[in-house]
C-alpha cells in the first residue's frame, strides 16, 4: 500500500499544481477587480449606444383632467385630454455626432483600461509566482543546512564523549543550527505569505506550482502600451465635448407632429343648445421650429474654452507619458543585461562554494580546521545556492517587465 502511494503521489500533486499561464487565466475570469472593469466596459458601451438613440424620433404619449369654476361657453366645468406627440431634431449643428464620437471614446479608453489593469495583475502574478519559487529554494538550502548541521553536532557528541571535541564546539554547532531553524520559519512565514497573496490575486491554489518561463526576448518591437492608449482616447473623447458645446451656438431645426382627442362635461347651457359648439375635441398639429443662440454674454464659448484647456492638459501629460515609457523600456532592457550578468556571476559563485565546502568539510572532519571555518563554508555554500535560484527567478521577473514597457502583453511569452 505504502509503494502505490509513493508512485501515485506525484501524480497527485501534479494534478493540483497550476502553472504561471494558469493564475493569470483564472485570474481573468475570477478577479473581482477585473470584473469591476469588465463591467465599467459594459456601462460605457451602453452610453454608446444612449448616443446612437438621440437620432432617432422620441414619441410621448400623456392624459389630464381638469375641473374648472366658474365654467364658460369655451372653459367647461370638466375637461379630459389625451395626446400622442412625435419629435425629431433635423439639425442639431453636429452635437449629436459630437457626443456620440466622445462617448466612442470613451468605450476605447475603458477598454484599454481594462486590458492594462489585467496586464498589471499578470505582472503582480508573475512577481508571487517566482517569489514562492526563490523562497522555496532558499528554504531547501536552509533545509540541506540544517541536516549538515545536525549531522555534524551529532559526529562532534561522539568525539566529545572520546575527549576529541570540547561542550564549546557542540554549543556553537548548536546556535548555528537553532539559528538556521528560525531562519527556515520565517522563509515558510515569507512563502506562505506569498502563496496567499497569490491565491488572492488569481483565485487558484498556490501550494504546488509547476515550472514555467518567459521567452528570452529577441526582436522584440516597441509600441505604445496602454496608459498612452487611454489619454490619447480620454483627450478625443474631451475634443468632441467641445464641438458639442459649440453645437449650440448653431441653428437647432426641429420638426414636431401633436394630435390630441379632448373630452368635455359640464358645459355652459345656450339658448338653443349647442353649449360645445365653440369646443374643438380634436386636432392634429404639425410644427417646424428654429431657434438659435444669438446672445448668452459667451456663456456656451467660455465652457467649450475650459473643455479644450482639459484636452491640452490631457495631450500635455499623454507627451510626458510617452516620454515616460520610452525611459522605463530602455531601463528594462539594461536592467535585464544587468541580471543576466548577475545570474552568470551567482553561478559562478555557487560553483565555487560548492567546492569550497567539499574541501573543508573533509579537512573538518579530520580535525585540520575548526569549526568556525566548516561554519563560514557552509553559510557560504548555502548562501550562494540562495542567491543563485533568487537571480534566476529574479531575471524572469524582469524579463515579464520587460515585455510590458515594451507595450506587449506579457502572458504572451509564457513558455
Known amino acids: 500500500m505504502k509503494i502505490l502511494i509513493m508512485m501515485f503521489l506525484p501524480l497527485f500533486v501534479l494534478a493540483q499544481s497550476y502553472g504561471l499561464k494558469d493564475f493569470i487565466s483564472h485570474a481573468a475570469k475570477t478577479n473581482g477587480l477585473i470584473k469591476a472593469k469588465a463591467l465599467t466596459v459594459q456601462s460605457k458601451q451602453q452610453e454608446v449606444e444612449a448616443a446612437k438613440s438621440a437620432y432617432w424620433p422620441t414619441l410621448d404619449i400623456g392624459a389630464d383632467y381638469s375641473f374648472q369654476s366658474p365654467k364658460y361657453v ?8 389625451i395626446f400622442v406627440s412625435a419629435n425629431l431634431n433635423l439639425y442639431d449643428g453636429g452635437r449629436k455626432s459630437a457626443i456620440l464620437k466622445s462617448k466612442s471614446f470613451l468605450h476605447k479608453a475603458s477598454l484599454f483600461e481594462k486590458t492594462a489593469f489585467e496586464k498589471s495583475i499578470t ?8 517569489t514562492i519559487q526563490s523562497l522555496k529554494a532558499t528554504l531547501h538550502a536552509l533545509q540541506e543546512r540544517a541536516k549538515e548541521l545536525k549531522a555534524q553536532i551529532k559526529r562532534v557528541k561522539k568525539f566529545k564523549l572520546t575527549g576529541l571535541a570540547t561542550q564549546e564546539e557542540v554549543d556553537k554547532l548548536q ?4 539559528n538556521n531553524q528560525y531562519t527556515m520559519e520565517n522563509t515558510k512565514f515569507a512563502i506562505e505569505s506569498a502563496q496567499e497573496n497569490l491565491k488572492l490575486v488569481s483565485g487558484l491554489s498556490a501550494k504546488h506550482l509547476r515550472r514555467n518561463y518567459f521567452l528570452e526576448p529577441k526582436g522584440v518591437r516597441f509600441e ?8 490619447q482616447a480620454n483627450a478625443n473623447a474631451v475634443g468632441e465635448s467641445a464641438k458639442a458645446i459649440d453645437a449650440g451656438y448653431m441653428p437647432q431645426v426641429n420638426l414636431s407632429d401633436t394630435y390630441h382627442k379632448s373630452h368635455f362635461d359640464d358645459l355652459v347651457s345656450m339658448p338653443g343648445g349647442g353649449g360645445g359648439a365653440f369646443l374643438v375635441d380634436h386636432q392634429n398639429k404639425i410644427g417646424l421650429s428654429v431657434n438659435m443662440r ?31 515609457q520610452r525611459m522605463n523600456f530602455n531601463l528594462a532592457k539594461s536592467n535585464l543585461r544587468t541580471t543576466r550578468a548577475k545570474v552568470r556571476s551567482a553561478k559562478a559563485a555557487l560553483k565555487a562554494a560548492v567546492s569550497t565546502y567539499k574541501t573543508i568539510k573533509k579537512k573538518f572532519e579530520v580535525g585540520l580546521v575548526d569549526d568556525i571555518a566548516f561554519l563560514d563554508a557552509l553559510a557560504q555554500k548555502t548562501l550562494a545556492k540562495s542567491r543563485y535560484k533568487e537571480s534566476v527567478y529574479d531575471y524572469e521577473i524582469k524579463k515579464s517587465i520587460y515585455y510590458y514597457y515594451a507595450g506587449k502583453d506579457p502572458k504572451e511569452f509564457i513558455r
Open 74 to 81: 369655451v372653459s367647461p366645468g370638466e375637461t379630459g385630454n
Open 123 to 130: 505582472l503582480t502574478i508573475a512577481q508571487y509566482y517566482y
Open 175 to 178: 546556535s548555528v543550527y537553532e
Open 224 to 231: 505604445w502600451a496602454e496608459p498612452i492608449k487611454i489619454l
Open 294 to 324: 444669438v446672445f448668452d454674454m459667451g456663456k456656451m464659448g467660455k465652457e467649450s474654452e475650459a473643455v479644450k484647456y482639459r484636452k491640452l492638459a490631457l495631450l500635455s501629460q499623454l507627451d510626458q507619458a510617452k516620454k515616460e
